[in-house]
């Protein structure tokens, strides 16, 4: 069992910046695909970023390459989502996810934090 928290959210103005973290119970974190979705109002949850479990694969959205960075430390069970340059369409609530296969499909993944909210101002 992974229990996943995260932290960071808030409110920013548009070309802000904002850090999320998502911290992980467990002593197999390193074993796992850690990746960030989001869901705005009235829209599906899409995934942000993905980070395979010793960073030898990386994958970011479209809409946020270039201007996000998923990063983790395994030694402190740990992920994060650095967001430069925000803009009003990145408001959502950010949910980070752990997976013991990854992907692009948030089914694939096993375990789930509650969430945090990002809102952007213009």
């Known amino acids: 069992q992974v229990q996943l928290v995260e932290s960071g959210g808030g409110l920013v103005q548009a070309g802000g910046s904002l850090r999320l973290s998502c911290t992980a119970s467990g002593r197999t974190f390193s074993s796992y695909v850690m990746a960030w979705f989001r869901q705005a109002p009235g829209k599906e949850r899409e995934y942000v970023a993905i980070a395979s479990a010793r960073l030898g694969n990386i994958y970011y959205a479209d809409s946020v390459k270039g201007r996000f960075t998923i990063s983790r430390d395994n030694a402190k069970n740990t992920v994060y989502l650095q967001m430069n340059s925000l803009k009003p369409e990145d408001t959502a609530v950010y949910y980070c996810?752990?997976?013991?296969?990854?992907?692009?499909?948030?089914?694939?993944?096993?375990?789930w934090g509650q969430g945090t909210q990002v809102t952007v101002s213009s």
């Open positions: 996810a752990a997976s013991r296969v990854g992907g692009t499909k948030g089914t694939s993944y096993d375990y």
